[in-house]
């Protein structure tokens, strides 16, 4: 990580192990599998005074959570829902991702009991076409994930609710992404802002390398955008983007620069090889 420039000095090193998870990368016809190995590792084991976010959040501008850390246990909930306290009460901008793993939801309280509370205290909300229905219960009429087609204009009514649930929120965006197989995707996004909708621009990605951490690349570049001073429709082209490309990568980590994305904006992605 700190070859990368990332801040590792708040890092806390307890517990006996990392959690890890396992992927069987599907093709064509065959999805992907998930097998998560999470149980009595050490972000498992957190509890709540462990890290000093005092200190951790020191000259930060933006907190970001995923739902994936209150999911692990009833602790990495507890301490996961401190952070964003303390983010607030620092003048932080806080989002997450919502990120429903049905996998993970194993210690005693479902995603509905707990997430609730935590996006109560977030400003910009990012999920996927099911993540606001699985955790929530919120969806709108005329959306069939499960036909691999999605139409951008209807999600305006999910961010709209969630708004309504959470009037904290500033800003929600809803990755859309149409699965024609494993190794074809359409992708593509929308952010709404209480008013406007914004739709990304769509990409056609295939073959497909690697599909898994488009999320998280999305919502790095959504935030680096907004940190930049982007307007809300260049943020949402450049996040779309960016992860466009993180399916062209193998592994969790979108290895791609600024220019990059903005190359394949400039150019429209026709790939030619750059000389």
Known sequence: MRQFGVDTSHIVRQG??????FLEAGAV?????????RANSAVSEVQP????????????DWFHWTGITPAISEGAANVCLEAAKAAKDMGLTVSCD?????????????????MPDL??????????EEDAEKVFGISAEGIDV?????????????????????PNLQKVAITLRESISASNNGWSAVLYDGETLFV??????????????????????????????????????????????????????????????????????GGRVQR
């Open 98 to 114: 919502l990120n429903f793993r049905k996998k993970l939801w194993k210690w005693g309280k479902s995603a509905g009991e707990v």
């Open 200 to 269: 990304g621009p769509q990409y056609e990605i295939v073959p497909i390398v690697d599909r898994v951490g488009g999320g998280d690349s999305f919502a790095a570049g959504l935030i680096y955008s907004l940190l930049s001073g982007k307007s809300d429709q260049e943020a949402l082209d450049f996040a779309v983007t960016a992860s466009c490309l993180k399916h062209t990568i193998t592994g969790d980590f979108n290895m791609v620069s600024v220019a990059d994305v903005e190359g394949v904006l400039k150019s429209g992605g």
């Open 146 to 166: 499960e036909a691999g087609e999605v139409d951008a204009t209807l999600y305006q009514s999910v961010a709209t609710q969630l708004m309504e649930r959470f």
């Open 29 to 37: 016809q065959r999805p992907s599998k998930v097998v998560y190995d």
């Open 49 to 60: 005074g462990d890290i000093d976010w005092k200190a951790a959040f020191g000259g930060a």
């Open 16 to 21: 006996n192990r990392l959690g890890i998870y």
């Open 119 to 128: 996006v109560s205290l977030t400003d910009v909300a990012i999920g996927n």
